[in-house]
């Protein structure tokens, strides 16, 4: 059983930055990712990196704002969010899954931890 724990959520106003970590505890993920939901809306993934090679994913709104990278000595993941927005106001939750043909399809999902932008 793979257990994904997050960290690095809060609260910052618009343009501020947060790092989000996610250490997979008992399994080398071969890629990791985050997704997001926001309130009413589905999960949407936004990066995600191919640990064998740092192949990296990112949805178009974020592209040039938000870096995923990785640490795979310590099974970690991370993800650099800058220039934030209101509209990033969501919960994001860390994935551990498979890469495919550039993206990573998750098998396991942390508990989650929110990020606040406020304008």
């Known amino acids: 059983q793979v257990q994904l724990v997050e960290s690095g959520g809060g609260s910052v106003q618009a343009g501020g930055s947060l790092r989000l970590s996610c250490a997979a505890s008992?399994?080398?993920?071969?890629?990791m990712g985050w997704s997001r939901q926001a309130p009413g809306k589905g999960r949407e993934g936004v990066a995600a990196i191919y640990t064998g090679g740092g192949s990296t994913y990112y949805v178009d709104s974020v592209k040039g704002r938000f870096t995923i990278s990785q640490d795979n000595a310590k099974n970690t993941v991370y993800l650099q969010m800058n220039s934030l927005k209101p509209e990033d106001t969501a919960m994001y939750y860390c994935?551990?899954?498979?890469?495919?043909?550039?993206?990573?399809?998750?098998?396991?999902w942390g508990q989650g931890t929110q990020v606040t932008v406020s304008s």
């Open positions: 994935s551990c899954g498979a890469w495919y043909l550039g993206l990573c399809y998750p098998g396991y």
């Open positions: 008992t399994y080398h993920c071969n890629c």
